[in-house]
């Protein structure tokens, strides 16, 4: 998606380690016409899919997911890393989940409520890197009986081994932004 891969080189920032800082417009500061368009672009590839509901992990998915599930004109549903007092004594799937960028494993969760047998469910985030968040929004839909078809990225670190992972556990993987490499401060797209 060009309009995502112009926002990334010019209001984008690259810190060691190979960290993509984006919170100028995906993740904290959101900006609202580009999240419109990734929405609309994520229906126009998956819109042969009968998806029932959308997917995402708290808190950066949120906003593309939520515009998602606009164009689907579907419930969104976010996975919570910490179990809120109001789920307590609710059941819930639930997953870990080691995130590349914090460094720190979480236990995600959904209420049983929210995920149901035979839901197809679209899983929406923002960056793939090394795919634990996706295969941990995989085992809830599946805990819950239900389906998913398809994963719709962000941006991927082409470089990492996300991308291989999730298609060898059977999932088709669209990115809007494949990076192949971030080196001497620039980005470099696949």
């Not at 672009?41 to 997911?65: C, H, M, N, W």
Request: charged share 25%; hydrophobic share 45%.
């Amino acid at each position: 998606m060009e309009l995502l891969k112009e926002t990334i080189l010019e209001r984008g920032q690259i810190y060691p380690n190979n960290l993509l800082k984006v919170d100028s417009f995906i993740n904290h500061q959101i900006d609202p016409m580009l999240m419109a368009e990734i929405g609309k672009e994520f229906k126009q590839y998956f819109g042969d899919r009968e998806v029932t509901k959308v997917l995402t992990i708290e808190a950066s998915g949120i906003a593309p997911a939520m515009t998602t599930a606009f164009e689907f004109q579907v419930p969104m549903v976010f996975a919570k890393k910490t179990l809120p007092s109001t789920l307590m004594k609710d059941k819930v799937y639930s997953a870990d989940v080691f995130s590349f960028t914090k460094n720190v494993t979480s236990k995600v969760v959904v209420a049983e409520t929210l995920l149901n047998k035979g839901d197809k469910v679209l899983i929406v985030d923002d960056f793939l890197a090394n795919g634990e968040a996706v295969l941990g929004l995989k085992k809830l839909i599946e805990d819950a009986g239900g389906e998913v078809v398809g994963v719709g990225i962000l941006i991927e670190k082409s470089f990492q081994p996300g991308r291989q992972k999730l298609e060898d556990n059977g999932l088709d993987v669209y990115s809007l932004a494949r990076i192949k490499s971030i080196a001497d401060g620039k980005v470099t797209f696949k």
